[in-house]
């Protein structure tokens, strides 16, 4: 079956711009998760999503990131007013038991 | 604060001997453990996990191993394949809470 798919794969933006990146998860995964990674580190917790509850948004790192899950199923992060420091892969991952996590290849976004 | 911690950024083994990956938690409170594993340009694939009631859990070449009162696990590939050059990240949650805190990753780099 088709696995978490993320678009756009690259986004290049430049600083003060909007970007939103869309998730697919695994058709049937009620928990949604978005991450960050930077450079050389391990995946940072965003947010998490319940169907289309948003449960735990403790990792935004700022109120420029908002993420929405209207009908439980595909995802959009958004980053308003980009910034250099936003520059990571962002990461979705979906599950059916919340902790065996199924990542989607990320989006790369470049804030220049 | 670095929850889970990955020491060794990079690994390099020969064809056919052990590959073994370690990993350290600060969060005596973690009760799930997994271990993921990423190539270029794409997302981390679940490889393999353990529960904190277990200290060993075998699947084919990987077995995980978990020792609580040092809070540490490690991964055993046994033999490793040149396939299996890859970044291998460690990663630790609560069950019941869906905050899952990854290692920075190490590459694993398995050479014929």
């Known amino acids: 079956g088709a696995g978490v798919s993320q678009s756009p794969r690259y986004k290049v933006a430049k600083r003060g711009q909007d970007v939103a990146l869309r998730c697919d998860p695994i058709?049937?995964?009620?928990?949604l998760f978005w991450y960050q990674q930077a450079l050389g580190q391990g995946p940072e917790f965003l947010t998490y999503?319940?169907?289309?509850?948003?449960?735990?948004k403790s990792g935004l790192p700022s109120d420029r990131f908002f993420a929405e899950r209207p009908e439980g199923s595909v995802s959009t992060l958004k980053i308003q007013r980009t910034q250099q420091e936003d520059s990571a892969v962002y990461l979705c991952a979906s599950s059916f038991n919340g902790y065996e996590q199924y990542f989607g290849p990320g989006t790369r976004l470049t804030v220049t | 604060d670095q929850q889970v911690k990955q020491n060794s950024p990079s690994l390099s083994v020969q064809e056919g001997r052990i590959s073994i990956l370690n990993c350290d938690y600060t969060n005596s409170m973690f009760d799930y453990f997994l271990w993921y594993k990423k190539y270029p340009a794409e997302g981390p694939t679940f490889l393999i996990s353990i529960s904190s009631i277990k200290d060993k859990n075998e699947d084919g070449r990987f077995t995980v191993f978990l020792n609580k009162s040092a809070k540490h696990l490690s991964l055993h590939i046994v033999p490793s394949q040149p396939g299996d050059s890859a970044v291998y990240f460690c990663a630790a949650c609560l069950v019941n809470n869906n905050d899952m805190r990854f290692g920075a990753g190490t590459r694993l780099t398995v050479k014929p």
């Open positions: 058709s049937g995964h009620v928990s």
């Open positions: 999503f319940q169907n289309e509850a948003q449960l735990d």
